[in-house]
């Protein structure tokens, strides 16, 4: 079946530790999105690619990375430069065309100790 | 700042009757608009969507208005349902660059 996924559903780190988020499509989409989103607010971009080798800083890029070195593959690291990093951390994929929607992954829980 | 502002935290609603949600934007750049819907634990789930030449669309039970004067839209669903409690999301966008994301109402339709 189509679609994305994401992995683990709930992770925890110790403060000061580095953690990679993975996300993993297989939609032949081209574009991908990390998103994070915190109790009483919308989600908000981290980073997003529209293509292979290529990516863009969102809204609240600091202290996160990523790369994208595969169509199928957009891994989030969570540095231990980022001040609140407890969060919930959606991945979302979307295609060009009419419709323009997002495919989104279930989640993952972040909580930082 | 936020671009895209929902303004309602949380509506209830009977069932059978219509649900009305609404969603605001400041950017007059954006030119295709979503509605997502997010159950707990789970990643939001496409709805519907509309483009910024059309100011209705329909499907099914749920159709979206666009203002783009007032630059508001909405999400009606009628007749609403039980299964229709969820958290609902607004997104825009401009040339399906970025999208943003307002705060989310959840909407609770008791039987």
């Known amino acids: 079946d189509g679609g994305i996924t994401q992995s683990p559903k709930y992770l925890f780190r110790k403060e000061g530790q580095n953690v990679t988020l993975s996300c993993e499509q297989n939609?032949?989409?081209?574009?991908m999105y990390w998103y994070r989103q915190d109790p009483g607010q919308g989600l908000r971009l981290i980073y997003y690619s529209q293509i292979v080798n290529d990516f863009q800083k969102g809204d609240i890029a600091e202290g996160y990375s990523v790369s994208r070195e595969k169509k199928e593959s957009f891994p989030l690291t969570v540095t231990s430069a980022q001040k609140n990093p407890t969060a919930f951390y959606l991945c979302?994929?979307?295609?060009?065309?009419?419709?323009?929607?997002?495919?989104f992954g279930p989640g993952t829980r972040l909580t930082v100790l | 700042d936020q671009q895209v502002k929902q303004n309602s935290p949380s509506l209830s609603v009977q069932e059978g009757r219509i649900s009305i949600l609404n969603c605001d934007y400041t950017?007059?750049?954006?030119?295709?608009f979503l509605w997502y819907k997010k159950y707990p634990a789970e990643g939001p789930t496409f709805l519907i969507s509309i483009s910024s030449i059309k100011d209705k669309n329909e499907d099914g039970r749920f159709t979206v208005f666009l203002n783009k004067s007032a630059k508001h839209l909405s999400l009606h669903i009628v007749p609403s349902q039980p299964g229709d409690s969820a958290v609902y999301f607004c997104a825009a966008s401009a040339n399906f660059n970025k999208f943003y994301f307002g705060s989310g109402t959840k909407l609770n339709v008791k039987p």
């Open positions: 950017n007059s750049m954006f030119d295709y």
């Open positions: 979302a994929s979307g295609g060009q065309g009419a419709v323009g929607e997002q495919f």
């Open positions: 939609l032949n989409h081209d574009a």
